[in-house]
């Protein structure tokens, strides 16, 4: 297992150092300038040249992407030219280990925006994943125990129901109802877990729900069918026949056959989710990952743009690495060779 794991580490080092190069040379080796995509709407001749000698633009490529990734080891200082830090020394900022770029727009570090967009982001995802993951399984492991049965098509239904429902709709209508009609939860408005875990649970409960209807349904239907053909296998009737409890042969048998699928689906969809949830954010003013995702597109903000590319890719990265490691928990066989 030792070897299976550092396997895994390796290539995503490797993984990481690929989406980085490709990113970089995607956006800074273009035909266009850009400097162009640092300042905004409002962009003068003055301002450009100053961005690009700041951010070193005017250097090539190779010693662009050769900063950046030591930046993201040792820091870095900015602007990004040293006669301009012996002229404003003044106006040096330094962008601490990992440093992933200066905000030309926002005039700041764009570690500390992810800094404050972060905790937002991870406290909506594990939330909703613990909820959807909950309803999800437990509600396809019950529909497909009782297949053909009421309990099933009900449950199936409301899996359809739940997936055709957009969730900028079923965030709008909570919001409307549950917090701003009844009253029942607070209008959400992010509290750090650490300061009240209580009231951040009240404040995120409504964007859990939004998140976890859409993606619970999706995970009904897809632990219903592999719980139907894990569940007609041999060795789970040579279990039953044995004298094996019905909670043993679900759970134990049925279940940890049917994960695979199931692990692997949600190790992309939590990576993904990581990164920001676009719509739900927008939705309940959460100023998260996909938040300041979209703000920095808004606002013509490249090196925002970039490092929120990188972000999102390494999460998916790193999830399909812990999503390989489950699975040699789950079947040990898949770590051999």
């Not at 035909?31 to 301002?47: R, S």
């Not at 900028?168 to 509290?191: C, D, K, S």
């Not at 060795?235 to 044995?242: E, G």
Request: charged share 10%; aromatic share 12%; glycine share 8%.
């Amino acid at each position: 297992m030792f070897y299976y794991i550092l396997r895994r580490l390796l290539s995503v080092v490797v993984m990481l150092f690929l989406i980085t190069a490709t990113t970089f040379v995607m956006f800074f080796a273009a035909p266009l300038d850009p400097a162009h995509y640092t300042c905004g709407k409002n962009c003068t001749p003055t301002i450009l040249e100053g961005n690009r000698k700041a951010l070193g633009f005017d250097q090539p490529v190779y010693v662009q992407y050769g900063k950046f990734v030591a930046g993201l080891f040792v820091g870095r200082d900015f602007p990004d030219n040293e006669q301009l830090r012996k002229d404003f020394p003044d106006q040096v900022v330094h962008c601490p280990a990992p440093c992933l770029g200066y905000s030309t727009t926002q005039h700041r570090p764009i570690n500390s925006m992810v800094a404050e967009a972060w905790p937002i982001s991870l406290s909506i995802a594990i939330g909703a994943f613990t909820i959807w993951m909950i309803i999800g399984v437990g509600g396809g492991i019950i529909a497909a125990l009782n297949k053909g049965k009421w309990q099933d098509r009900t449950i199936v239904g409301a899996a359809l129901v739940g997936f055709s429902l957009p969730t900028f709709f079923v965030g709008l209508t909570l919001l409307y109802f549950v917090a701003i009609q009844w009253g029942l939860v607070p209008i959400p408005n992010y509290v750090p877990f650490l300061e009240n875990p209580w009231r951040w649970a009240q404040n995120l409960i409504l964007p859990w729900i939004t998140l976890a209807l859409f993606f619970a349904a999706s995970y009904v239907r897809l632990t219903r069918a592999y719980m139907i053909e894990t569940m007609s296998e041999d060795y789970i009737r040579t279990a039953r026949a044995k004298g094996a409890t019905n909670r043993t042969v679900v759970f134990r048998h049925g279940l940890r056959a049917a994960m695979t699928p199931i692990v692997t689906a949600a190790g992309l969809d939590l990576g993904g989710l990581l990164g920001g949830a676009i719509i739900t954010e927008s939705v309940f003013s959460l100023h998260g990952l996909g938040y300041l995702a979209v703000h920095s597109v808004t606002n013509m903000d490249l090196p925002t743009i970039v490092a929120m590319v990188m972000i999102v890719s390494a999460f998916i990265v790193i999830a399909n690495m812990l999503v390989d490691i489950t699975y040699g928990l789950i079947d040990p066989r898949v770590t051999v060779g």
